[in-house]
């Protein structure tokens, strides 16, 4: 039994991996069990890592690099093969970084040795468990530079999901304790219309303004600052997930997958945590029934989800970004050669990236839900996949006494 849970949690149909060090040649991402005759626009994926890049706080490293992906195994004439398919992104950065990060570099360079760890970082806990004297080697990896694989994936799945009607788009809805909107109600196709028009990623334009000054306030005070995310996916059947065993509720693995985002310290669904102050009759969405709609609810309290599963609604889920921990001021540390109190190193940094980390939640939850319907559906080409996950979604299955 345990055997059993344990396999349904951890082996997935589609499994991915990434590789790489933000400073280091390139970025390498491999993503199994897609199903064959998928097509894949590239273009469509360089667009996404273009608007990732964008963002008003962000620091130096994005005016040089240029992302853009290739696809080097499982996809033929644009379309998979059911091979793994595996990605590159180049880092050109490296050109600077080659005598200290190169494979065989013996890093001459000793001001590019970290020893003062970062509060808030991976630096400390990372350099003790892995044994390393030069934290570089720790920091290099922790970085969210990864995200920019994560972005590339996460459209390989968002093209996957178009071919099942479904959409989701993440946006930016607070910046540094600044609450720029409230949960907008249009559709997805309206808010991608506003959305990607400015590089902030607000359903509002109207407050780039107030973005802008928030922004330049921390950058004057020398600090760094988070901000909210929301993520709305519209076109899911009801039925993704299952009450059967915790492992399997889609809630978790929704949460899990936006907790793993570097900096993302908060996530919750539909009026989250403003539910814990409703009385439970408000806080349920009631079930309607149209001859032509079927099923459906007056409110979307919930955000789409109850019982772990997907219940037919728009899915809404909010997510929370830590300020960015390297601070231009390092702050108090210690010394892990000589173990005296210091200042943190100041690496290169943001002073915000919350519109690349709304791009980043958009991404990790649509690879979370194309795991979830290729586990759960008939998946070997997208034929299969179509009619499979279409058979679903109209089965009949309740009995009328009509
Ligand atoms: C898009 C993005 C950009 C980031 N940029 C920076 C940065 O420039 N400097 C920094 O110290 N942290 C940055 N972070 C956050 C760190 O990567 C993160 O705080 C660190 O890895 C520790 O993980 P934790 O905050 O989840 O504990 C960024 C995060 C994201 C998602
Ligand atoms: C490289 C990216 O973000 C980086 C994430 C990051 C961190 O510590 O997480 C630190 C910074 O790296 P650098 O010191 O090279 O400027 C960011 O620029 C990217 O988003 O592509």
Same mark, same amino acid.
């Given at each position: 039994m345990l055997e059993t849970l344990k396999k349904?949690?951890?082996?997935?149909?589609?499994?991915?991996?990434?590789?790489?060090?933000?400073?280091?040649?390139?970025?390498?991402?491999?993503?199994?069990?897609?199903?064959?005759?998928?097509?894949?626009?590239?273009?469509?994926?360089?667009?996404?890592?273009?608007?990732?890049?964008?963002?008003?706080?962000?620091?130096?490293?994005?005016?040089?690099?240029?992302?853009?992906?290739?696809?080097?195994?499982?996809?033929?004439?644009?379309?998979?093969?059911?091979s793994p398919l595996a990605l590159l992104i180049q880092n050109r950065d490296y050109r600077h970084w080659e005598e200290i990060m190169g494979a065989t570099a013996t890093n001459p360079k000793q001001e590019k040795v970290v020893t003062r760890p970062r509060p808030g970082h991976a630096d400390l806990v990372g350099g003790k468990k892995y044994d390393q004297a030069d934290l570089r080697n720790i920091l290099e990896r922790a970085s969210a530079r990864s995200t920019a694989m994560i972005v590339a994936i996460g459209n390989v799945a968002a093209q996957l999901l178009a071919q099942l009607n479904i959409h989701a788009l993440?946006?930016?809805?607070?910046?540094?304790?600044?609450?720029?909107?409230?949960?907008?109600?249009?559709?997805?196709?309206?808010?991608?219309?506003?959305?990607?028009?400015n590089d902030l990623r607000l359903p509002d334009p109207g407050q780039l303004t107030a973005y802008h000054t928030v922004v330049d306030a921390a950058r004057a005070a020398h600090t760094t600052i988070g901000g909210q995310?929301?993520?709305?996916?519209?076109?899911?059947?009801?039925?993704?997930?299952?009450?059967?065993?915790?492992?399997?509720? =889609?809630?978790?693995?929704l949460a899990g997958a936006l907790v793993r985002i570097p900096a993302i310290k908060a996530v919750s669904f539909g009026d989250g945590v403003t539910l814990g102050e409703m009385s439970g009759a408000i806080a349920q969405d009631d079930i309607t029934w149209t001859p032509t709609q079927g099923y459906g609810r007056s409110t979307n309290h919930l955000g789409g989800l109850e019982g772990g599963m997907t219940n037919g609604q728009p899915l809404l889920i909010h997510a929370t970004m830590k300020p960015i921990p390297t601070q231009p001021r390092g702050l108090p540390t210690i010394d892990i050669h000589?173990?005296?109190?210091?200042?943190?190193?100041?690496?290169?940094?943001?002073?915000?990236?919350?519109?690349?980390?709304?791009?980043?939640?958009?991404?990790?939850?649509?690879?979370? =839900?194309a795991q979830e319907i290729l586990d759960e559906f008939s998946s070997a080409t997208l034929a299969?996949?179509?009619?499979?996950?279409?058979?679903?979604g109209t089965r009949q299955w309740d009995r009328r006494n009509s």
């Open positions: 349904e949690d951890e082996v997935r149909q589609m499994e991915y991996l990434t590789a790489g060090e933000s400073h280091g040649p390139m970025l390498t991402g491999i993503v199994s069990g897609l199903p064959a005759n998928l097509p894949i626009s590239i273009a469509a994926i360089n667009h996404q890592l273009a608007i990732r890049q964008n963002g008003y706080g962000r620091g130096g490293r994005m005016k040089i690099e240029h992302d853009t992906v290739s696809i080097t195994a499982g996809m033929r004439a644009g379309l998979t093969t059911g993440g946006f930016v809805t607070g910046i540094g304790g600044h609450q720029l909107t409230d949960w907008p109600a249009e559709s997805i196709s309206d808010l991608t219309e506003k959305v990607e028009q995310i929301d993520v709305r996916v519209e076109g899911l059947v009801p039925g993704l997930g299952s009450m059967q065993n915790w492992a399997q509720r =889609l809630d978790g693995k000589t173990h005296t109190p210091t200042q943190a190193v100041n690496e290169r940094a943001d002073v915000t990236a919350v519109p690349a980390a709304s791009l980043v939640a958009q991404a990790m939850v649509q690879i979370t =839900l299969d996949l179509q009619a499979s996950y279409q058979d679903f």
